[in-house]
């Protein structure tokens, strides 16, 4: 013990420890030091969880200040030079072009089919049907519908008139008379036609079987068709009448010229 206390050395070291207090300026000249500062930063950079990264360690970059406005501009100029391949493109003028050719082709094809079931007109069917003389010559029987422009049902039953037209056309015979035309006057006395659409089923030889009068279903037009088609000795729907027009309102609508409505 004689020892340790005779050494300035030990007694400097062990002063600290053995001392309850101690002036404050002794303290502050051990800790301003230049070790004993140097050990203190050790300490606290040792205690760090994150240090700092050394300003001159060449393993760490710097990024230099980027300007607020040129963020939008970099932005930009990624996304226009590598788009992102999950997102969908723009089309281009030719798949556009191809998409305008198919609505067209499209809108085209529904106005035929339009035309072709619902578009049909009386004026169709009479400049497509055949004169009334030619058709009691040419040895075929014959339907004649009578018909007016202004008459609702005939307009409505045109359609249907028209595709049993095209389906029999060949072996049977389509006549349109106008009863708007005085030239029809005798027929529409003969035939009996009180009502309209009249339709009279005429065998090859120019008698009549039978009639349908205004807005029936289409099975019974064509099923009368088709006996005559086949030359049957009588047709299945004889006498049938349903929903027409009054054939006197004809008064009122009245051409003296046949010349202005042709064959009908």
């Avoid at 002063?15 to 404050?24: G, H, M, T, Y």
């Avoid at 106005?111 to 030619?134: M, Q, W």
């Avoid at 088709?226 to 049957?232: F, S």
């Avoid at 004889?238 to 054939?247: E, L, N, T």
Wanted: aromatic share 8%; with cysteine; proline share 8%.
């Amino acid at each position: 013990m004689s020892r340790v206390a005779s050494s300035p050395v030990g007694l400097h070291r062990f002063r600290p420890c053995l001392q309850a207090s101690q002036p404050r300026h002794v303290f502050k000249t051990h800790v301003q030091s230049p070790n004993r500062v140097a050990r203190f930063q050790n300490i606290a950079i040792a205690c760090q969880t994150t240090p700092n990264p050394n300003p001159t360690d060449s393993s760490t970059t710097e990024k230099p200040p980027v300007e607020p406005g040129s963020v939008n501009d970099n932005v930009t100029q990624a996304a226009s030079s590598s788009p992102d391949p999950g997102l969908p493109e723009f089309p281009s003028k030719d798949i556009n072009r191809r998409i305008a050719v198919v609505s067209s082709l499209a809108a085209v094809g529904l106005f035929l089919s339009k035309r072709l079931d619902f578009g049909v007109s009386l004026k169709d069917l009479s400049a497509a049907a055949l004169p009334y003389e030619e058709a009691l010559s040419n040895g075929k029987p014959t339907v004649v519908e009578f018909y007016a422009d202004w008459c609702e049902v005939c307009r409505e039953l045109a359609p249907d008139v028209y595709k049993v037209e095209q389906q029999y056309r060949d072996r049977v015979n389509f006549v349109m008379l106008n009863v708007d035309n005085t030239k029809w006057e005798q027929e529409l006395d003969e035939f009996g036609v009180e009502g309209i659409p009249h339709f009279a089923f005429l065998d090859k030889e120019g008698n009549e079987e039978g009639n349908v009068v205004g807005r029936l279903p289409k099975q019974y037009f064509q099923e009368n068709v088709e006996a005559l088609a086949h030359g049957e000795a009588s047709i299945p729907h004889a006498r049938v009448v349903g929903q027409y027009s009054s054939a006197e309102s004809r008064k009122v609508h009245q051409v003296v010229d046949p010349r202005s409505h042709g064959r009908g």
